[in-house]
């Protein structure tokens, strides 16, 4: 529910808009990972690039405890999930020969695999939308089957006879089990092994020198050893084969050649463009709404912005890289513990410093907490209208909370003189008290650093364009999703020749006005928006872009 607030609670934008100097952003992240990454622990490599230009590549803490050798950051991790882009762009490279098609079944290159009773196509695979059991999650007779070395029948045997978990292209379900039949349907069709295939046709073609296949008898160069902790201590990670990650987290890689992999794939070194555009898009489910992601990757919003992403999570390691296309920012984040049965909070704090460096990454402010007086806090406390909802401020025991009469209650820790941010809610979401001459607070202002992409789930309806109209509006007319939020709408009609703005978030009903090619302003009493409608290579309209602004609450009581 917090993260909800990011486009509905009060939809708010660019008040302190601060973007560092790649030096003292430099500054800032070696700071923060100084003092988080103690240089006896697993450590973590970060690469950060802007506009195609790498502008922080560094390391912190332990490649190996018992050697104490200091991490590296062109050393070589286990990645994970990562790996299932490289399957995906295998596969979608056998879509552009005309070698398969996105629709086809399961069986057509697995004949015996079970029908289900229900259709598995290739994209169902690619998109987590086939209701396959992740065979991960299903138990073994055999408690020590994680350190054999298994073969891809034995994993596709494991799980092809559990039964579907919903109908396929009705829901997703992230499933490591669609990426292990994704490579096989790779050797099916290439008459290869997956690994020699994605070797040569991605890997090479991507100009990869340091991203491999992992195996446990090679002698990899610069490979960094895994670890975990329990109760507070570091550990060896426990021995699970390489093997299990057939096809959907077996490669290694570095921050730098992950970086090169964004820039081949962009570069068409891969893919073609239009390919890659599809794989970027998040799938449409079959009841019209849209999931968070794609062929290959997640497509969602971070720190209020677009981002193509993706994680992986192995014994002994965690792997992250996330592109932000609209800023032209990547950032790849690389460390060498995994501690998920961990007793402490240790876990917690490293995914937090993770998105800490994203923050750092994109130039979205920080803050920290003042102290306040009670007499103060209550000079802020009342009724404030917002749109169609009513804001509660109220002093809880020293404690200024929000209460939203849409969204719930929240918490307001204060950073400044009548500012105050709410916790845990990125991108930050900030207020500030306007006082009147006399020292009475008459409003306050939210601000969001954000913008958001609503993709179109339908084209215009008869009911959606009456009256006379200039055709190019019929083409803005329908009804959009935010990805991540499958209950939230936005909808556009056109009505006499005017652009129609409704929402089932807070925001006022509005005409929009025009601002330019595929741009318009949406201006009600208190609020001061952009919006921007994305088209596809096509010319059709696929989303609508919404850049937030200041949204003026005023004090009703």
């Given at each position: 529910?917090k993260?909800k607030?990011?486009?509905?609670?009060l939809?708010?934008?660019?008040?302190?808009?601060?973007v560092?100097a790649?030096?003292?952003?430099?500054?800032?992240?070696?700071?923060?990972?100084?003092?988080?990454?103690?240089?006896?622990?697993p450590?973590?490599?970060?690469?950060?690039?802007?506009k195609?230009?790498?502008?922080?590549?560094?390391?912190?803490?332990?490649?190996?405890l018992?050697?104490?050798t200091?991490?590296t950051?062109?050393?070589v991790?286990?990645?994970?999930s990562?790996t299932k882009?490289?399957?995906?762009?295998?596969?979608?490279?056998?879509?552009?020969?005309?070698?398969?098609?996105?629709q086809?079944?399961?069986?057509?290159?697995?004949?015996?695999?079970?029908?289900k009773?229900?259709?598995?196509?290739?994209?169902?695979l690619?998109?987590?939308?086939?209701?396959l059991?992740?065979?991960?999650?299903?138990?073994?007779?055999?408690?020590f089957?994680?350190?054999?070395?298994?073969?891809?029948?034995?994993?596709?045997?494991?799980f092809?006879?559990?039964?579907?978990?919903?109908?396929?292209g009705s829901?997703y379900?992230?499933?490591?089990?669609?990426?292990?039949?994704?490579?096989r349907?790779i050797e099916?069709?290439?008459g290869?092994?997956?690994?020699?295939?994605?070797?040569?046709?991605v890997?090479?073609?991507?100009?990869?020198?340091?991203t491999?296949?992992?195996?446990?008898?090679n002698?990899?160069p610069?490979?960094?050893?895994g670890?975990?902790r329990?109760?507070?201590f570091?550990?060896?990670?426990?021995?699970q084969?390489i093997?299990?990650g057939?096809?959907?987290g077996?490669?290694?890689?570095t921050?730098?050649?992950?970086?090169?992999?964004?820039?081949?794939?962009l570069?068409?070194k891969?893919l073609?463009?239009?390919?890659?555009?599809?794989?970027?898009?998040p799938?449409?489910?079959?009841?019209?709404?849209?999931?968070?992601?794609?062929?290959?990757?997640?497509?969602?919003q971070?720190?209020?912005?677009?981002?193509?992403?993706?994680?992986?999570?192995?014994?002994?390691?965690i792997?992250?890289?996330?592109?932000?296309p609209t800023?032209?920012?990547?950032l790849?984040?690389l460390?060498n513990?995994?501690?998920?049965?961990?007793?402490?909070?240790?876990?917690?704090k490293?995914?937090?410093?993770?998105?800490q460096?994203t923050?750092?990454?994109?130039?979205?402010?920080?803050?920290?907490?003042?102290?306040?007086?009670?007499?103060?806090l209550?000079?802020?406390t009342?009724?404030?209208?917002?749109?169609?909802?009513?804001?509660?401020i109220?002093?809880?025991?020293?404690?200024?909370?929000?209460?939203?009469?849409?969204?719930?209650?929240?918490?307001?820790?204060?950073?400044?003189?009548?500012?105050?941010?709410?916790?845990?809610?990125?991108?930050?979401?900030?207020?500030?008290?306007v006082?009147?001459?006399?020292?009475?607070?008459?409003?306050?202002?939210?601000?969001?650093?954000?913008?958001?992409?609503?993709?179109k789930?339908?084209?215009?309806a008869?009911n959606?364009v009456t009256?006379?109209?200039?055709?190019p509006?019929k083409?803005?007319?329908g009804?959009?999703?935010?990805?991540?939020?499958?209950?939230?709408?936005?909808?556009?009609?056109?009505?006499?020749?005017?652009l129609l703005?409704?929402?089932?978030?807070?925001?006022?009903?509005?005409?929009l006005?025009?601002?330019?090619?595929?741009?318009f302003?949406?201006?009600?009493?208190?609020?001061?928006f952009?919006?921007?409608?994305?088209?596809?290579?096509?010319?059709?309209?696929?989303?609508?872009?919404v850049?937030?602004?200041?949204?003026?609450?005023?004090?009703?009581r």
């Amino acid at each position: 529910m917090k993260k909800k607030i990011l486009s509905i609670l009060l939809s708010c934008c660019t008040a302190w808009l601060y973007v560092p100097a790649q030096t003292k952003m430099a500054t800032q992240l070696d700071h923060l990972l100084a003092d988080a990454i103690p240089a006896e622990d697993p450590g973590v490599a970060v690469l950060i690039a802007q506009k195609g230009k790498v502008v922080y590549e560094a390391a912190f803490g332990s490649a190996n405890l018992e050697l104490r050798t200091p991490l590296t950051p062109n050393m070589v991790f286990r990645i994970g999930s990562v790996t299932k882009q490289f399957t995906a762009a295998g596969i979608l490279q056998l879509l552009e020969q005309g070698k398969i098609s996105l629709q086809d079944s399961i069986q057509q290159y697995l004949p015996d695999f079970p029908t289900k009773r229900a259709t598995i196509t290739i994209e169902n695979l690619l998109t987590h939308t086939s209701g396959l059991t992740d065979y991960t999650s299903i138990d073994s007779h055999d408690p020590f089957v994680e350190r054999w070395d298994l073969t891809p029948g034995f994993l596709v045997d494991h799980f092809k006879q559990t039964p579907l978990e919903f109908t396929p292209g009705s829901r997703y379900g992230y499933s490591n089990s669609n990426y292990v039949l994704l490579a096989r349907i790779i050797e099916k069709v290439t008459g290869r092994s997956y690994h020699d295939y994605i070797t040569e046709k991605v890997i090479k073609a991507a100009g990869l020198t340091n991203t491999r296949f992992a195996a446990e008898k090679n002698i990899v160069p610069l490979r960094v050893t895994g670890y975990t902790r329990d109760n507070g201590f570091f550990e060896n990670c426990y021995y699970q084969t390489i093997s299990l990650g057939y096809g959907c987290g077996d490669l290694l890689s570095t921050v730098g050649d992950l970086y090169q992999w964004n820039n081949a794939l962009l570069a068409g070194k891969v893919l073609q463009p239009a390919t890659l555009e599809k794989a970027y898009t998040p799938y449409r489910l079959s009841d019209g709404k849209y999931s968070s992601y794609g062929y290959g990757w997640f497509i969602d919003q971070q720190e209020g912005k677009k981002c193509i992403h993706h994680e992986g999570q192995t014994s002994g390691f965690i792997a992250m890289e996330k592109y932000f296309p609209t800023e032209d920012i990547y950032l790849s984040i690389l460390t060498n513990v995994k501690s998920g049965e961990d007793k402490t909070d240790f876990s917690d704090k490293r995914f937090a410093l993770f998105q800490q460096i994203t923050g750092l990454a994109l130039g979205t402010p920080s803050f920290s907490a003042i102290k306040m007086s009670n007499r103060l806090l209550d000079s802020y406390t009342g009724t404030y209208q917002s749109g169609k909802q009513v804001i509660t401020i109220g002093n809880k025991k020293g404690v200024l909370f929000c209460d939203a009469s849409m969204e719930g209650n929240f918490k307001l820790v204060p950073v400044g003189t009548d500012k105050f941010i709410i916790q845990n809610i990125k991108p930050v979401v900030t207020f500030e008290f306007v006082k009147d001459s006399a020292g009475n607070v008459v409003e306050f202002i939210s601000t969001q650093q954000a913008s958001f992409d609503w993709l179109k789930l339908v084209a215009a309806a008869d009911n959606t364009v009456t009256g006379p109209v200039a055709d190019p509006l019929k083409h803005y007319a329908g009804k959009y999703q935010l990805p991540s939020m499958s209950n939230t709408f936005i909808t556009i009609t056109v009505n006499n020749n005017k652009l129609l703005f409704s929402t089932t978030t807070p925001l006022p009903d509005a005409a929009l006005l025009p601002a330019g090619p595929d741009k318009f302003k949406y201006r009600t009493p208190g609020y001061d928006f952009r919006f921007e409608f994305i088209r596809q290579a096509n010319g059709e309209v696929q989303s609508l872009r919404v850049v937030q602004g200041a949204v003026h609450c005023p004090k009703i009581r």
